[in-house]
T-cell receptor, first 108, second 118 residues
Framework: KNEVEQSPQNLTAQEGEFITINCSYS?????LHWLQQHPGGGIVSLFM???GKKKHGRLIATINIQEKHSSLHITASHPRDSAVYIC??????????FGAGTILRVKS | GAVVSQHPSRVICKSGTSVKIECRSL??????MFWYRQFPKKSLMLMAT?????????EQGVEKDKFLINHASLTLSTLTVTSAHPEDSSFYIC??????????????FGPGTRLTVL
């Protein structure tokens, strides 16, 4: 079993839909990251959180430390949100452990 | 936000040659830089962690003599793939972390370098 599991693996949504991507992890962590990777490959860090909830524009990230679970929500989705969304956890120390990613496609 | 650049963005080389990839933090001092490798449709795998002025720490299974990492300054780290072979073809991504070097500092990712070895 991978230390970081994401679901779904693939997601197709219609423009305007509310989207949720889930991440579960099995190790003790100091922080959880949500990353976005566009088709060209470049990665953007969306959120780093260790508790509660964070919001940035149409993106919301939540984490439940007790349940070892995090969700990334996208409200009013748009085709430009199409990308791979990656959950990664920082174990105590330097390393990030990555989930396999969720491929999101938003159709207009 | 902070910017990390990588150069080149794409490189094609012949088998047996060496390729150097640069990772620069453009507007902050990176106490720690990370090098990752990503295979097609797979997630990132950490190759090594480098701290400025000291030797890189390689992950298990990564050959340090094949993937030479130099973090000579607080804004530049280089990864040299020596005697490249086709199986080294991959997408290489660096990230940089500044501040106090604590886990609370955000990692900023570079745009990646696609290496193709013929």
């Amino acid at each position: 079993k991978n230390e970081v599991e994401q679901s779904p693996q693939n997601l197709t949504a219609q423009e305007g839909e509310f989207i949720t991507i889930n991440c579960s992890y099995s190790v003790g962590i100091s922080a959880l990251h949500w990353l976005q990777q566009h088709p060209g490959g470049g990665i953007v860090s969306l959120f780093m959180l260790s508790s509660g909830k964070k919001k940035h524009g149409r993106l919301i990230a939540t984490i439940n430390i007790q349940e070892k679970h995090s969700s990334l929500h996208i409200t009013a989705s748009h085709p430009r949100d199409s990308a791979v969304y990656i959950c990664a956890v920082s174990e105590y120390g330097n390393k990030l452990v990555f989930g396999a990613g969720t491929i999101l496609r938003v159709k207009s | 936000g902070a910017v990390v650049s990588q150069h080149p963005s794409r490189v094609i080389c012949k088998s047996g040659t060496s390729v150097k990839i640069e990772c620069r933090s453009l507007d902050f001092q990176a106490t720690t830089m990370f090098w990752y490798r990503q295979f097609p449709k797979k997630s990132l795998m950490l190759m090594a962690t480098s701290n400025e002025g000291s030797k890189a720490t390689y992950e298990q299974g990564v050959e340090k003599d094949k993937f030479l990492i130099n973090h000579a300054s607080l804004t530049l780290s280089t990864l040299t793939v020596t005697s490249a072979h086709p199986e080294d073809s991959s997408f290489y991504i660096c990230s940089a972390r500044g501040g106090s070097g604590s886990w609370t500092d955000t990692q900023y990712f570079g745009p990646g370098t696609r290496l193709t070895v013929l």
